[in-house]
């Protein structure tokens, strides 16, 4: 685990093996959500690399029978 440091702008620098792992690059967008005490961020990816997600999921199980 690194530790980073708040800027007097409230700025931070994400360490370079983190930004590797999960392929961060320059301009990308984060969301920034507060959990209690601790803060997630987390990247939003184009819409496009959603293509394929639910594949393969099953969609032959029982409605309730006011779900049509």
Do not use: C, H, W
């Amino acid at each position: 685990m690194k530790r980073i440091t708040i800027s007097p702008k409230y700025q931070v620098v994400i360490p370079k093996e983190v930004r590797e792992a999960l392929g961060l690059k320059p301009g990308q967008k984060l969301q920034a959500i507060a959990f209690g005490d601790r803060i997630e961020l987390v990247p939003v990816r184009p819409v496009q690399e959603l293509r394929g997600l639910l594949k393969g999921m099953r969609n032959d199980f029982k409605r309730e029978p006011d779900r049509s």
